[in-house]
């Protein structure tokens, strides 16, 4: 399973990263879209997740991570979609009006032929 989710992060990871280094705008937001799954998904595997574990500690029960799950994932996960998403559409209006001014969606400013 950990093999799965290593080339998972890593096919996710390496789209990323070739879409950002594409010209086109479309390309880059997905590239960073999805980066941003790469990213979260590493942090869940990093964060000793378990299954059928509260989060919070309850009386009775010791303290160690046999008995609970990290909630610090969670959360910084659930930050990085809102702030991801926030991100996201900031550089889709910065982009647009990059476009309105240049007339042109490539990063180098070159328009592109018309058949």
Not at 93 to 102: H, K, N, P, T
Request: hydrophobic share 50%; proline share 5%; with cysteine.
């Amino acid at each position: 399973m950990e093999a799965l989710l290593a080339i998972v992060i890593g096919v996710l990871g390496g789209s990323g990263i070739w879409l950002v280094l594409r010209p086109r705008t479309f390309q880059v937001v997905m590239g960073l879209t999805l980066l941003s799954y790469a990213v979260n998904l590493f942090i869940f595997c990093v964060g000793s997740l378990a299954i059928d574990k509260p989060p919070l500690v309850r009386a009775g029960v010791a303290t160690t991570l046999e008995n609970y799950t990290d909630p610090m994932p969670q959360a910084l996960v659930l930050t990085a979609i809102v702030i991801g998403f926030a991100t996201t559409a900031l550089f889709l209006v910065v982009l647009l009006a990059s476009r309105g001014l240049s007339g042109t969606d490539h990063v180098d400013g070159t328009r592109e032929e018309e058949p």
